[in-house]
């Protein structure tokens, strides 16, 4: 602890406490000291001591590995800040042990660790993350109070941050998985004590079945489910389904207990067994028996790894890419910040006892889940039409077939927890052929006969955070965890209901209707609030009024569903499925893992049921559609930007209310009359606290207190945000966005890496990192500062594993962000991919201008002229400078499709698909009386006047003129998108469009060989690489089935000399002592041509393991100085490095651990060696005088190594071959193992 207390007062503190040791750190004037305590109980050795650090080996009790503990106390000063980071840095780095870090950093890492005051500075911010990062720390979960410090000031004046924390390294949290974080109350002092417990005793729960995927793994399951399934159960469909599903976890549990009851023990002998077997002598028999145990090995270790991915809840990496110990630290980590310890209670005292939560739970839930009464909600649902057209009810209620319940089946989640009966979709998947009919059978029996088995609709409710750090049950989400077979009759029914409401639902909702997108209701309220900023002159004045409805799922009451589905016009039989799927349920409510209260509710949608969105949808229009009847009433006013542009009243997406009036007191009555009455039959509540209002500029502080008050809600803060993107931008868009900075920073933490193989590396890169900026890309041109420092962080967390630390990069980012296709891997470039997501809102602004965001947008800004003719401007807001930025990427790949010629000018237009620039280069005569394109169709014919066309363009011209198809019927010309066969815009090809400026040429051969090696699931490679940088390509072993042991070169197997080359991307040719040619095929060509033709010397490599054999017979042109004897029996081959235009390499290896290079390529191999660039070129001068001119390099082919070492031999006719383009040529990377000694004949 910090203290500014002498010893003499401590110790007797100490003393009445009953600590029996300390250790101390003494104040020095006005600057705090540090105390350390510590019972005879624990083992703690105090290493070192600073006034900002103890640094301590822990031994505890029953725990038989120490750990490292640093007690911390982060100086207040920024600048000895950043020096204490770099000491920790150091800790880091000379740390062997699990390490915990607590203590007072004094800097937050996210803008929400605190509240009031100004902004956290994002540069500290970043400074911290990284300084985590390269200590490999994670934050550990904590429980308690959110804000660990505090200026104990009232009123705006408080600030409260986090500024206490714990973190601690993979280890220590596997060493402790069930250890917590508390923060207590703040009595006494500015700062909550911290206290982390370090094994929290949970009670054990109940048993509950659940499918495991890996039992898949085994050809017996498929036998256990047949037979169970097959028995006879009776009863009906529904019931029977439910019965065949409890026969099937019998047998499973049974089977599963004596054939993975023992897999741990399993795993642990076959390791032992291995390390005995590869520590003897090699013999075919021993090899033999050790490439079995390495397949069961294999095979234990797939288990374990599915398991863990199926309870990591991670969707975006797969199992198989060795990312056990990635998956293990997430469910730890997931699992506490799910556990719910303390909970604090409507009067603000926090509850522990497991009574007091259980209490707290069934209470909370009771009142949310019970219904309101009888109500009288006519006149609410006055405003509501019949809409639902005879027509529509009859694709909604026509006979359910196979097909349609398979399909829906196949659209829910695999590995998505489960509900009460423990399958998940994939047991349902994997089984279908078995399963399938049953589950058909069950399905539509409900349809048939309206009627839902209770069994079959008891669903299990988890509480998911909302917050980072929940304190009350009001943070917690209710998910509903719903039996599979009753999601796949909700889903029927969804996809059916999703296909009617873009016909029913107001314009002015966006969420779950076909068509319609968030982004249309972001930029409807960045324009709105884009007016009210420049409203700086009037006497009227405008406001926005956000609101927040408290759980508006569950609040949702069913007889208003009920009475709302028919007025509507729906038909009676699909109102009797909707209510019977709604009202049957019994909730559970688990808590850690097990039961705490059971619920029969009475009112309430489903978070978790694929139909509860859409009922959602309908009855928040009635809140629309009360809303638009006001204003055409005139009780109401909107904002009218102008004459050309509707009035905007309201935007809705899903629960997210956005309302904007006229400032007037009588509107505000007038809404929060509607909102009181909607709330009233509907069961929705607005929590006015976190609801919030802004004004125009041109309204006083006095007036804007006054509406505050009128309206029961809080002044927007300038930092909140609408649909998670910023509500007001100030001078600096960078920082209005840096928050993308911030959780990009958070997703690439330095712990993970240690966790992941290369591959689970690099599709978290593309899967969780760069999609994080995608939707705010997708509406705004964020600045460029901000896209450079994300491919900076990308940049660096790909080389070197830490977004904030830089090193070298073997590539540039440019040539790292071209598709794997043309040999990058694939990278975003945050730039491009902002114009293409931008071009695809343009997109869809000039194929629907009739949508409700694009008339608002046409009546301010083009609405005497198209999409493509507008212009910026003079009070141009940024989303609209951003959707001509997007415009200008359309307009390179927009062209006219001809159909009857009729709106296209022949001269200026694009409508040529085969011309460069689509358009007709010829210049116009004088003349020439031809204007449109039509005046050049034969219209008696439908064909092209040839004889026109010849008197006014080229020859060329003409032939891609008549080319062009004509269409039959009377239809209108139309815009079309040249880079994609259905004329539509896609992202995908926007990008690459956007790419065209900065892309180098590519080997076609190597977009031939990668194309092939595509077929391994995660290929990872630094690819298509220029000047010294290497190409190193690197395949799956898994993908052969196969194991990487120690290396060794191949350099020369030549197709089909050994099984285990079956299969390899790119057939390595043949090179050996004896001096035979290069043999192997790319595309059907002759290696040794391509390399001629292409100027592009690489190697695909792919490792595997294969048996070391008698040296005669090696076929790896490997010379040994001396017989060996290989102990181990393994050996690998290994990565072949080439190199373009740079110095020969041949590696020297002494049979122990040294390396070392006889030669050196300009960069790289000063790195390798850690020397400077100088010192580098130096050497690679010495090694070129060394071995001489081309003619000496290619005498030398055949080199043999000293005595001690090993060398590669090279023929001669190869080296002639590759030195054809300059010095070069070839870097062959060997790698043998320490224990390798004499091979025997």
């Known amino acids: 602890m910090e203290t500014k207390n002498k010893r003499d007062s401590l110790e007797r503190i100490r003393r009445r406490l009953q600590f029996n040791n300390s250790s101390y750190v003494e104040p020095d004037g006005l600057s705090g000291g540090l105390a350390l305590w510590w019972t005879d109980e624990v083992t703690v050795d105090v290493r070192f001591k600073s006034k900002n650090l103890f640094r301590c080996i822990v031994n505890l009790p029953l725990i038989s590995s120490p ?22 840095r150091n800790v880091a780095n000379e740390n062997r042990y699990p390490w915990l870090c607590v203590g007072d950093l004094n800097d937050c890492g996210a803008q929400a660790e605190k509240q009031g005051g100004n902004l956290c500075s994002r540069s500290r911010m970043e400074h911290f993350h990284s300084m985590v990062s390269d200590c490999e720390l994670m934050d550990l979960e904590f429980k308690g109070p959110s804000y660990t410090w505090s200026n104990n000031q009232e009123g705006e004046s408080n600030i409260r941050i986090r500024l206490d924390r714990a973190l601690a390294t993979v280890d220590w949290r596997n060493l402790f998985p069930l250890a917590q974080v508390f923060h207590e109350s703040r009595v006494g002092s500015d700062h909550c004590p911290l206290v982390v417990m370090f094994k929290v005793q949970l009670k054990k729960v109940p048993f509950q079945f659940k499918f495991e995927s890996k039992w898949s793994t085994h050809p017996e399951c498929k036998q256990v489910v047949s037979g169970a399934w097959d028995v006879n159960q009776g009863g009906s469909a529904l019931y029977g389904l439910v019965q065949k599903l409890k026969k099937c976890k019998e047998e499973l549990l049974k089977w599963s207990r004596l054939v993975f009851g023992k897999d741990k023990m399993k795993l642990k002998l076959l390791q032992e067994k291995l390390k005995v077997l590869q520590a003897a002598p090699f013999s075919a028999d021993t090899f033999r028996e050790e490439r079995d145990i390495i397949r069961d090995l294999e095979v234990l270790l797939l288990r374990e790894e599915m398991a863990l991915h199926q309870r990591s809840r991670i969707n975006w990496l797969l199992y198989g890419d060795k990312n056990s110990a990635f998956f293990h630290a997430t469910i730890n980590q997931r699992r506490q910040r799910n556990q719910v310890i303390k909970l604090k209670s409507g009067l603000g005292h926090w509850i522990e006892d497991d009574e007091g939560i259980n209490e707290l739970i069934r209470d909370y839930f009771s009142n949310l889940f019970t219904h309101s009464g009888r109500r009288d909600f006519s006149e609410v649902l006055s405003v509501v039409e019949n809409c639902v057209s005879s027509e529509m009810n009859e694709r909604l209620i026509k006979e359910v077939s196979t097909e349609e319940i398979k399909k829906a089946a196949f659209e829910l989640g695999s590995l998505k927890a489960p509900g009460p009966d423990g399958y998940p979709g994939f047991f349902f998947q994997s089984y279908w052929e078995k399963v399938g009919e049953g589950v058909c059978q069950a399905v539509q029996r409900f349809f048939n006969n309206g009627f839902m088995l209770k069994e079959l609709n008891q669903t299990n409710i988890v509480l998911i955070p909302k917050v980072s750090f929940p304190e009350n049950l009001g943070q917690y989400r209710p998910i509903s965890l719903c039996n599979f077979a009753m999601k796949v009759i909700t889903k029927v029914m969804a996809n059916r209901l999703k296909g009617i409401l873009q016909q029913i639902v107001s314009p002015n909702q966006s969420a779950f209707v076909i068509g319609r997108q968030i982004q ?35 609040r949702v009451e069913w007889d208003f569903v009920e009475a709302l589905l028919l007025k509507m016009g729906f038909h009676e039989k699909w109102v009797k499925w909707v209510v019977q799927s709604i009202s049957t349920v019994n909730f559970s409510i688990f808590v850690n893992g097990e039961a705490r209260a059971r619920i029969e509710p009475q009112r309430g949608l489903r978070q978790g049921d694929p139909l509860s969105p859409y009922l959602f949808v309908l009855v928040k229009d009635v809140l629309s559609r009360m809303i638009s009847k006001a204003r055409e009433m005139d009780l109401i006013s909107g904002i009218k930007f102008n004459r050309h542009c509707p009035v905007l009243s309201h935007v809705f997406f899903a629960d997210d209310a956005l309302l904007f009036l006229k400032a007037d007191l009588n509107n505000c009555n007038v809404i929060k009359s509607i909102i009181r009455d909607y709330g009233r039959a509907s069961g929705q509540c607005v929590n006015f606290d976190k609801s919030g209002v802004a004004f125009s500029s041109n309204m006083i502080d006095n007036d804007k207190q006054l509406f505050c008050d009128f309206l029961q809600a809080p002044l927007m803060k300038l930092d909140s945000k609408y649909l998670g993107l910023p509500s007001f931008w100030g001078r600096s868009k960078t920082e209005a966005y840096s928050f993308i900075i911030e959780k990009s920073l958070c997703k690439m933490q330095g712990w993970k890496l240690k966790q992941m193989s290369f591959g689970g590396k690099e599709i978290m890169i593309k899967s969780e990192v760069q999609p994080i900026c995608s939707y705010a890309m997708s509406c705004f041109l964020l600045p460029k500062k901000i896209c450079e420092k994300l491919n900076s962080l990308v940049s660096n967390f790909w080389w070197k594993g830490d977004p904030e630390k830089k090193g070298i990069h073997w590539n540039s980012w440019e040539r790292m962000t071209q598709t794997k296709d043309d040999g990058g891997l694939g990278f975003r470039n945050y730039r491009a991919m902002n114009e293409a997501l931008l071009a695809k809102q343009s997109w869809r602004l000039l194929s629907n201008p009739q949508s409700y965001w694009g008339r608002i947008l046409k009546g301010l800004y083009f609405p005497s002229c198209s999409f493509l003719e507008a212009r910026r401007g003079s009070r141009a807001s940024w989303i609209w400078m951003s959707l001509l930025h997007g415009r200008d990427l359309l307009a390179k790949g927009l062209r006219w499709q001809i159909q009857d010629g009729g709106r296209v000018k022949f001269w200026e237009d694009k409508w040529i698909p085969s011309m460069p620039t689509f358009k007709v280069f010829s210049p116009r005569p004088n003349d020439c009386d031809i204007i449109w394109v039509t005046d050049v169709i034969d219209k008696e014919k439908k064909c092209w006047d040839k004889d026109k066309l010849d008197q006014v363009v080229s020859e060329a011209e003409v032939k891609a003129i008549i080319s062009i198809p004509l269409s039959l019927f009377e239809r209108e010309d139309n815009l079309v998108w040249h880079h994609t066969p259905t004329g539509g815009y896609s992202v995908k090809s926007g990008y690459r469009v956007a790419l065209q400026g900065c892309r180098t040429s590519i080997s076609a051969v190597f977009c031939v060989a990668w194309s092939t090696s595509r077929k391994y699931r995660s290929t990872v490679a630094a690819a298509s690489f220029k000047g010294d ?120 290896l002494n049979l122990g651990k040294r390396l070392a290079l006889m030669g050196f390529t300009r960069g790289f191999s000063s790195a390798l060696r850690g020397k400077r660039q100088k010192e580098g070129d130096n050497e690679k001068k010495r090694i070129q005088h060394e071995i001489g001119d081309n003619d000496g390099l290619i005498e030398r082919g055949n080199m043999r190594s000293g005595p001690k070492g090993v060398s590669c031999n090279v023929t001669a006719e190869y080296l002639r071959f590759v030195a054809e383009e300059a010095l070069v040529q070839y870097l ?12 025997t004949a």
């Open 67 to 88: 750990f490292l503990v640093t007690f911390v106390y982060a100086p207040p000063v920024w600048n000895h800040r950043l020096v204490f980071w770099n000491e920790l």
């Open 520 to 554: 249309d209701n972001v930029i409807v309220a960045h324009e709105a609030f884009h007016f009210l900023k420049m409203k700086k002159k009037g006497c009227d004045g405008y406001l926005a009024f956000k609101l927040d409805f408290n759980k508006a799922y569950d």
């Open 1029 to 1148: 940088a290497p190409l190193i390509i690197t395949s799956i072993l898994r993908s052969l089935g196969l194991q990487a042991r120690n290396r060794v070169l191949c350099s020369d197997l030549s197709p089909g000399s050994s099984p285990e080359h079956d299969g390899l991307p790119i057939p390595l040719g043949q090179i050996n002592s004896a001096g035979s040619n290069i043999s192997a095929k790319v595309g059907g060509c002759d290696i040794l041509d391509v390399h001629k033709k292409y100027d592009c010397y690489w190697v695909i490599s792919v490792v595997f393991t294969m048996p070391m054999r008698a040296h005669e017979d090696w076929n790896t042109g490997l010379e040994l100085s001396a017989p060996v004897d290989i102990s181990t029996a393994q050996t690998t081959i290994a990565p072949c490095l080439m190199w373009r235009k740079f110095g020969l390499f041949s590696i020297n």
């Open 1228 to 1239: 062959i990377f060997i790698r043998l193992a320490d224990s390798i000694t004499k091979p």
